[in-house]
C-alpha cells in the first residue's frame, strides 16, 4: 500500500530510520514511552498536577490506551481555574498565549500555554497534514487569523511557505464578494477556512469568480455538517476536506485525505480515546462518544485526557489511501449545544444544521431560546433566530426558515403544543465572529427579551 507524506513525517517524529514504514507497532510503542514521560514531567514541574496525580499509579503494560485509562480526567473547567498552575516550564519559557472566551455563557475565559517547541510541532504537522489536501505546485489561501506573527493563520501560511506551497492569509473574510475577489486574484487552487465563511462564499451570486481555480477545500476550526460539506463541494465545484483540532490539542489534530473516510490523527503527538459522556467511562472501538485526547509532547502545558466535548468515532482500520493512522469519523458537534424541553425532546445545533443550512438561501444563523417579557410560570419561551441570507433572497428567508424548522421533530411538537414559539430575523449582512467564538445554541432561558437583546448588543 503507499505510504502518505504525513505518515512519513510522523516515522521521522518517532525517531524511526529514514525511509521506514510506520507500524502501529512502534506507534504504540512511542506513545507509550511519550505517555510516561508526560506523566512524569507533569508530576515534577506542575503544582497542579503534582497534586493531581500524588495517588494514581500507572500499570505495568505494553499499551497506551490501558495505560492512560489510569489517569483522571481534565476538563475546560479545570483549564479555566487552573490554567497557569498546569505549566511545566516558566512563564519566561511561553512563546504563545491563546485566550478561548467561553461561547453563549458568563465563563471565565480558558488561557492557553505555548512554549516554541510546542508551536513547532504545530507547524511539521501543517506542512505535512495539509500534503493530503494540496499538491506541491498548488496555492492556498489561509482564511484564518493573522494579525500576531504566532496567530493560526500566520503559523499555517509560514509552514506552507517554508515547505515550498505558495500562501498567503485573509482576515477577516465575512465579506464573500470581497472573499471572491481575494480568491481569484490570487488564482487560490485551496482555500482553509471556517465552514460559514466559505459556505456564504459558495451561496454567493459571485461565487464563478472564485471557483475559477479551486481544486480543494479544508474545512476547519468549527462543526461542518454534511449538508454544508454537499453544499461547498456543489458551489465551488471541488473537493471539501475536514480538519479537526482545537487550541487545547495544539491548534492541528486530525486532517482528512481524498479518500473522505475520517480525519487522519497526529498519533505521533497525541493519544485519542472515546467514553461515555454521562460515565467517563472508555468506550469499545468504532462507538460513538466524547472525544478525549492526551497531548504526548507538549512541553509547556500537557494535557492528560483532556474532555473536549465533541462527539465522534475512531476507525482503526486501515484507510483507503495507505494509512494505518487512526481517524476520527462521525463528527457530530458539541454535547453542550443542545437544549432540553421537557416532554418534547432534545434540540440540538447538528439539528438547526441540517434544517436550515440545507436551504441554499440561507448562509449563516445565530440562534437562543430566552423568556419573553413579563414572562410567567406558563409563558412558553422562544427561540431566537437570526439568519444570514444569500443577496437577493431577505424576502423569502423567513418564510423558508419557518418551514425547514417545523420539520424538526422536538420543534414541530414543542411549537404545536404551545411550549415554544420562534422569533425569525434575516440579514444579509454577515456575522463578524472572533475565529475563536464558536458557533453555539444558547439557552438563555433566565434572561427576559430586553435582557437577551441587551446582552448581544
Excluded at 465551488?236 to 482528512?256: D, K
Aim: aromatic fraction near 4%.
Amino acid at each position: 500500500m503507499p505510504v502518505t507524506q504525513l505518515e512519513s513525517w510522523i516515522s521521522l517524529q518517532i525517531d524511526l530510520p529514514r525511509k521506514t514504514v510506520l507500524s502501529r507497532t512502534a506507534l504504540r510503542r512511542w506513545q507509550l514511552d511519550r505517555l510516561r514521560a508526560t506523566v512524569d514531567l507533569a508530576r515534577t514541574h506542575s503544582p497542579w498536577y503534582r497534586k493531581r496525580l500524588q495517588d494514581t499509579v500507572l500499570p505495568e503494560t505494553e499499551d497506551p490506551t490501558v495505560l492512560v485509562q489510569a489517569l483522571p480526567l481534565t476538563t475546560a473547567e479545570d483549564i479555566r481555574a487552573h490554567g497557569p498552575e498546569m505549566l511545566c516550564c516558566s512563564q519566561a519559557a511561553i512563546e504563545r498565549i491563546i485566550t478561548l472566551e467561553s461561547s453563549g455563557t458568563s465563563a471565565a475565559p480558558k488561557r492557553i500555554f505555548f512554549t516554541s517547541d510546542d508551536l513547532k510541532a504545530t507547524k511539521g504537522f501543517f506542512q505535512y497534514g495539509m500534503r493530503l489536501v494540496v499538491g506541491p505546485d498548488d496555492k492556498v489561501l489561509v482564511l484564518l487569523p493573522c494579525q500576531r506573527d504566532n496567530d493560526v493563520g500566520n503559523l499555517l501560511v509560514a509552514a506552507l511557505n517554508e515547505a515550498g506551497i505558495a500562501s498567503r492569509a485573509h482576515w477577516p473574510p465575512h465579506d464573500p464578494e470581497a472573499l471572491a475577489r481575494a480568491v481569484h486574484e490570487h488564482e487560490a487552487h485551496c482555500l482553509v477556512g471556517l465552514p460559514q465563511h466559505i459556505l456564504a462564499l459558495a451561496r454567493h451570486p459571485r461565487s464563478g469568480l472564485a471557483a475559477a481555480h479551486l481544486k480543494s477545500i479544508l474545512l476547519c476550526s468549527d462543526y461542518t455538517d454534511p449538508c454544508v460539506r454537499e453544499a461547498i463541494a456543489a458551489g465551488l465545484s471541488c473537493r471539501v476536506h475536514i480538519h479537526y483540532g482545537s487550541t487545547e490539542s495544539g491548534l492541528g489534530a486530525a486532517v482528512e485525505c481524498k479518500e473522505g473516510l475520517g480525519c487522519h490523527i497526529r498519533e505521533n503527538d497525541l493519544l485519542f480515546e472515546i467514553i461515555d459522556p454521562d460515565t467517563g467511562v472508555v468506550l469499545p472501538p468504532d462507538t460513538v462518544g466524547e472525544i478525549v485526547f492526551t497531548t504526548l509532547t507538549r512541553t509547556g502545558m500537557p494535557l492528560l485526557r483532556y474532555r473536549t466535548g465533541d462527539i465522534g468515532r475512531l476507525k482503526s482500520q486501515r484507510c483507503s489511501c495507505g494509512s494505518i493512522l487512526t481517524r476520527l469519523t462521525d463528527l457530530q458537534g458539541r454535547l453542550d449545544n443542545a437544549i432540553t424541553f421537557p416532554g418534547q425532546g432534545t434540540l440540538s445545533l447538528a439539528a438547526l444544521d441540517q434544517a436550515l443550512l440545507a436551504q441554499p438561501t440561507i448562509t449563516s444563523y445565530e440562534a437562543a431560546v430566552y423568556d419573553p417579557p413579563d414572562a410567567t410560570p406558563e409563558s412558553p419561551p422562544r427561540l431566537a433566530l437570526d439568519l444570514v441570507v444569500r443577496p437577493g433572497s431577505q424576502r423569502t428567508g423567513e418564510d423558508l426558515a419557518r418551514q425547514a424548522l417545523l420539520t424538526v421533530p422536538v420543534l414541530r411538537q414543542t411549537v404545536l403544543a404551545g411550549q415554544l414559539t420562534l422569533e425569525i430575523s434575516t440579514t444579509e449582512v454577515p456575522f463578524e465572529r472572533s475565529h475563536t467564538a464558536k458557533r453555539s445554541l444558547s439557552d438563555k432561558r433566565h434572561l427576559s427579551q430586553r435582557e437577551y437583546h441587551a446582552q448581544r448588543s
